[in-house]
């Protein structure tokens, strides 16, 4: 069965540091990947995703991810982050041939705190 | 195009009550997921429907039970309370369906339910 890891529950940075998320699944079969982050007390938001093509996606807000597939990965990173980039971040796999089966599977989170 | 709502966004009950949590999901989307979330055991799935009927189920108690209606809008239902159900409960509404469903999925505020 599918799992998702996410390397580090906290990530503590600077603002204007760069930061990285990192996130491992575990099967290699076609996939939908996805960051979600969630605001303190709020629900979780889409941040981006990859479905196919471009290995590389990227947010409006500055993040960006690479799928990675011979690493089965799929990091989130941010060249310069800010105190409003606080939140839980989420990375969750779906099965691309799952069928009316197709759910997300989630990682534990990663808490990033982004201090002055 | 309003988002997922869910109410009551808050509520307290006591061990041994039951509670009733009510979601609306976006306009045209038919698929419902209920997650709860805590702070130790991240996101975990409960069920979703789709077009009134249960389509996955996670490993939660028999306490914990859902139904979808015709217009989509979903209810979950915890009877009698334990502590450990303190928790937010999040909903969350996608397209459903083989070729629409990628596997994302718009969230919900949350209901957060403190049992006392």
């Known amino acids: 069965a599918q799992s998702v890891t996410q390397l580090d529950s906290q990530v503590p940075v600077f603002e204007e540091a760069p930061v990285e998320l990192r996130c491992n699944y575990s099967?290699?079969?076609?996939?939908?990947l996805f960051w979600y982050v969630q605001y303190p007390n709020q629900g979780l938001q889409l941040l981006l995703k990859?479905?196919?093509?471009s290995t590389l996606v990227k947010s409006i807000n500055g993040f960006e991810a690479e799928f990675n597939k011979s690493q089965t990965s799929f990091h989130l990173r941010k060249p310069s982050v800010h105190i409003s980039d606080t939140a839980e971040y989420f990375c969750?796999?779906?099965?691309?041939?799952?069928?009316?089966?197709?759910?997300?599977?989630w990682g534990l989170g990663t808490s990033l705190a982004v201090n002055p | 195009k309003a988002g997922v709502t869910q109410t009551p966004r808050y509520l307290i009950k006591t061990r041994g009550q039951q509670v009733t949590l009510s979601c609306s999901p976006i306009?045209?989307?038919?698929?419902v997921s209920w997650y709860q979330q805590t702070p130790g055991q991240g996101l975990q799935f409960l069920f979703e429907?789709?077009?009134?009927?249960?389509?996955n189920k996670g490993n939660f108690p028999g306490r914990f039970s859902g139904r979808q209606f015709s217009n989509s809008r979903s209810e979950m239902n915890v009877s009698t309370l334990e502590l450990g159900d303190s928790a937010l409960y999040l909903c969350?509404?996608?397209?459903?369906?083989?070729?629409?469903?990628?596997?994302?999925?718009?969230f919900g505020e949350g209901s957060r339910l403190t049992v006392l």
């Open positions: 306009s045209g989307h038919r698929s």
């Open positions: 429907y789709f077009s009134e009927t249960q389509r």
């Open positions: 969350a509404s996608s397209f459903g369906g083989v070729f629409a469903n990628t596997g994302e999925l718009f």
């Open positions: 990859y479905l196919s093509g």
């Open positions: 099967s290699s079969v076609s996939v939908y």
């Open positions: 969750a796999v779906s099965d691309a041939n799952a069928g009316n089966n197709r759910k997300l599977i």
